[in-house]
RNA sequence: GUGGGUGUAGCUCAGUUGGAUAGAGCAUCAGGUUGUGGCCCUGAGGGUCGUGGGUUCAAGUCCCAUCACCCACCCCA
């Protein structure tokens, strides 16, 4: 026997009974983004290397150790994306959508891959619904994309949410705040971990959401970031703030979040559940200048990056009912000796006639007897099964089955289609 | 990249201090006399015991290595 290939790891596959979820919680993603004005972009899977290096940063952990990336036959470096923005920001510029109406509003839905240890919700190869909005700076539109964030969420039927924001600043803000942590930390660097000694020259801020007790032990008493925001990016988060105040959304201010990415400016944000972990759903923020560093141009934007492996995590974990319909299953059986193959042609007609009518029609295909064709079609879950044989066929009518009441009576065989419209409908 | 756990049928698992053709339930398929599903009964198919080595008269069982999966860390969605 030859050795069974499986999916390589950190990929799965979604099964029927799985991916009904999948549908329905694409389905939400869409109507949510049609109502906020976000309109769908599909863009590669696969980028230049050199998109990501720029655009996602070349100190973040992605880009040094979680890339997939490999040479293509023309001896280029190709990246399977591991994010969604870098590719959206490209294509924002490839295709002068800068010369449409600002803010241009997009959103995409698919997978990405990252070159991780799986573990519970994290795969090397999963999914994201993400928004990106470009051409504004307005405060009202970071409260939009933090308010889309939970009402994706809370439209799945999601509860105990956790809304996380703060500001970064610019990046003269952020210069000024990581020499003002270097300095308190200064004197009992020996106090930090390995990673966030190196952070504290690489990328400062890093050190604020370290999960280490002693780091953040130190960290008790540290500069307050918020005092350093020069004031266009400290009037811009209060605006963000009155503005998340009408929304209803619940949101807290947590003045150590940072995100890993680097592009970030000004407002940052992630959700979270607040009972069992399942990592954080979604995050995101602004990148003001990430355009101009991929394309030249200074144009800015924010985006929000939501996991959806992680949200089926959570709908799960928390016990939700998604209301998932299924088309209701006319199956057709036939019943006794079939010498001239008669009964065959006579099912396949009716199998085509009730297609064309809109029925979702199964009949038997395996060669079954009628005992087994109905226990397959409940196995289905079919709602009426159809049974004829020669002697209906010759009568001009048909038993109709009624498999949840298990009920069944003779119709005309000419009024088949319409009596069961009535019972559907 | 680091640490921990688990590998026996499609699934969930038994398998004694090492001992003969490796078992059960569920699932699949076929039957339980003429043409009727769910319950019940009978039967069938399906396993190189993750893989490779070692110890032994004898290994599913003990030892080593390796691989895969799961979980956690780092980081993130």
Redesign the pocket.
Known sequence: ?V??I???????DLLPGEIEKWHYVEKIAREVSEIYGYHEIRIPIFEHTELFQRGVGDT???VQ??MYTFQDRGGRSITLR??GTAGVVRAYLENHLNSQPQPVKLYYLGP?F???????????Q???L?IEAFGSNDPALDMEVICYTYDFFTKLGLTNLRVMVNSVGCPQCRSNYGRALKEFTESHRELLCE??RD?LERNPL?VL????ESCQRLLDGSPDIHDYLCNDCSSHFQQVNEYLNLTGVPFEINKKL????DYYTQTVF???TVGP????????GRYNNLVETIGGMSVPGIG????????LIALENQGVQLPLEQKKIIYI?T???DPEGKLAREAVLLLLELRKAGFAAEKDL??????????????L??SY?V??????IQQGRL?L????????LEIPRDGLVEYLKSLLN
Do not use: W
């Open positions: 026997m050795t069974l499986k999916a390589p790891r950190g990929t799965k973040t952990d992605i150790k979680e591991p994010e990405m990252r070159y991780d240890r799986p573990q519970a919700g994290r795969m090397r999963f999914h994201q993400g990673n966030c952070r890093r959401d370290c999960k280490e940072v995100r890993g990415l992630e959700v979270t972990d399942e990592g954080s759903l979604a995050g995101g929000v990056a939501i996991g959806l492996e992680r949200v059986a019943a006794g000796e395996m060669g079954r007897s009628l005992k087994a064709q109905m226990k397959f079609a409940g196995r879950g079919a099964v049974i004829f044989g020669l002697e209906e038993l089955r009624d498999m949840l009441k298990g009920e069944q």
